[in-house]
Protein backbone atom coordinates (compact mmCIF):
# COMPACT_ATOMS: atom_id res chain seq x y z
CA UNK A 1 0.00 0.00 0.00
CA UNK A 2 1.11 3.63 -0.92
CA UNK A 3 3.37 4.74 2.36
CA UNK A 4 5.30 7.92 2.96
CA UNK A 5 7.25 8.38 6.13
CA UNK A 6 8.70 11.66 7.41
CA UNK A 7 12.21 12.11 9.20
CA UNK A 8 14.74 14.41 10.22
CA UNK A 9 12.40 16.77 12.61
CA UNK A 10 13.74 17.85 16.18
CA UNK A 11 14.25 20.95 18.31
CA UNK A 12 16.18 24.14 16.67
CA UNK A 13 16.57 27.34 17.59
CA UNK A 14 15.64 30.64 15.82
CA UNK A 15 18.62 30.71 13.04
CA UNK A 16 19.70 27.46 12.72
CA UNK A 17 18.19 24.40 10.14
CA UNK A 18 16.88 21.43 9.72
CA UNK A 19 16.60 18.98 6.90
CA UNK A 20 13.22 16.94 6.83
CA UNK A 21 12.90 13.70 4.28
CA UNK A 22 10.19 11.38 2.86
CA UNK A 23 10.23 8.32 1.54
CA UNK A 24 7.66 7.13 -0.34
CA UNK A 25 6.37 3.33 -1.27
CA UNK A 26 4.27 1.27 -2.68
CA UNK A 27 3.54 3.58 -5.81
CA UNK A 28 5.40 5.11 -8.64
CA UNK A 29 7.33 7.73 -7.30
CA UNK A 30 8.79 9.42 -9.95
CA UNK A 31 4.83 9.89 -11.39
CA UNK A 32 3.89 11.69 -8.41
CA UNK A 33 3.28 15.45 -7.39
CA UNK A 34 4.18 15.64 -3.69
CA UNK A 35 4.32 18.40 -1.45
CA UNK A 36 4.70 19.10 2.14
CA UNK A 37 2.18 20.56 4.73
CA UNK A 38 2.46 21.48 7.69
CA UNK A 39 0.00 22.54 11.07
CA UNK A 40 0.79 24.33 13.81
CA UNK A 41 -0.78 23.61 17.45
CA UNK A 42 -4.55 25.18 16.89
CA UNK A 43 -4.08 26.11 13.25
CA UNK A 44 -5.26 24.47 10.37
CA UNK A 45 -2.86 22.50 8.47
CA UNK A 46 -1.42 24.69 5.10
CA UNK A 47 0.78 24.37 2.30
CA UNK A 48 4.41 24.96 2.88
CA UNK A 49 5.99 23.59 -0.50
CA UNK A 50 5.48 21.50 -3.08
CA UNK A 51 7.32 20.27 -6.37
CA UNK A 52 5.49 18.52 -9.77
CA UNK A 53 6.54 15.12 -10.98
CA UNK A 54 6.93 16.37 -14.68
CA UNK A 55 9.95 18.68 -14.24
CA UNK A 56 10.16 19.26 -10.80
CA UNK A 57 8.76 22.69 -10.29
CA UNK A 58 8.87 23.76 -7.32
CA UNK A 59 6.19 26.59 -5.32
CA UNK A 60 6.02 27.46 -2.19
CA UNK A 61 4.11 29.34 1.17
CA UNK A 62 5.31 33.27 0.63
CA UNK A 63 6.13 32.66 4.61
CA UNK A 64 9.09 30.40 3.81
CA UNK A 65 10.08 31.80 0.21
CA UNK A 66 13.91 32.41 -0.01
CA UNK A 67 14.24 30.11 3.46
CA UNK A 68 13.06 26.62 2.85
CA UNK A 69 14.14 24.36 -0.57
CA UNK A 70 12.09 21.26 -1.65
CA UNK A 71 13.89 18.93 -3.85
CA UNK A 72 13.43 15.44 -5.01
CA UNK A 73 15.78 11.82 -5.55
CA UNK A 74 13.60 9.41 -7.64
CA UNK A 75 16.18 6.86 -7.13
CA UNK A 76 15.80 6.83 -3.75
CA UNK A 77 11.85 7.90 -3.60
CA UNK A 78 12.84 10.38 -1.71
CA UNK A 79 11.50 14.14 -1.43
CA UNK A 80 13.34 16.46 1.23
CA UNK A 81 12.53 20.09 3.04
CA UNK A 82 15.78 21.76 3.54
CA UNK A 83 14.26 24.68 6.18
CA UNK A 84 17.39 27.46 6.84
CA UNK A 85 16.83 30.48 9.15
CA UNK A 86 13.82 29.20 11.13
CA UNK A 87 11.69 31.14 13.16
CA UNK A 88 9.53 29.83 15.90
CA UNK A 89 6.69 30.67 13.72
CA UNK A 90 7.97 27.65 11.57
CA UNK A 91 7.01 25.63 14.75
CA UNK A 92 4.71 22.65 13.65
CA UNK A 93 4.11 18.98 12.52
CA UNK A 94 5.13 18.65 9.25
CA UNK A 95 3.73 16.09 6.66
CA UNK A 96 4.52 14.50 3.27
CA UNK A 97 1.32 14.22 1.12
CA UNK A 98 0.42 13.03 -2.15
CA UNK A 99 -2.64 12.34 -4.46
CA UNK A 100 -2.74 9.20 -6.52
CA UNK A 101 -5.80 8.59 -8.79
CA UNK A 102 -7.82 10.92 -6.71
CA UNK A 103 -6.89 9.74 -3.97
CA UNK A 104 -5.35 11.11 -0.79
CA UNK A 105 -2.33 10.00 1.39
CA UNK A 106 -0.43 11.45 4.11
CA UNK A 107 2.84 10.52 5.71
CA UNK A 108 2.51 10.45 9.82
CA UNK A 109 3.95 13.29 10.23
CA UNK A 110 7.91 14.77 11.95
CA UNK A 111 7.80 17.93 14.78
CA UNK A 112 9.62 20.49 14.79
CA UNK A 113 9.72 23.45 17.19
CA UNK A 114 11.73 26.39 17.00
CA UNK A 115 12.50 28.01 20.22
CA UNK A 116 15.28 30.08 22.01
Known amino acids: QVQLVESGGGFVQPGESLLLSCVGSGFRFSGADLSWYRQAPGKERELVAS????????NYADSVKGRFTVSRDNDKNTVYLQMNALKPEDTGVYYCYTRILGLRFWGQGTQVTVSP
Open 51 to 58: ITKTDSTT
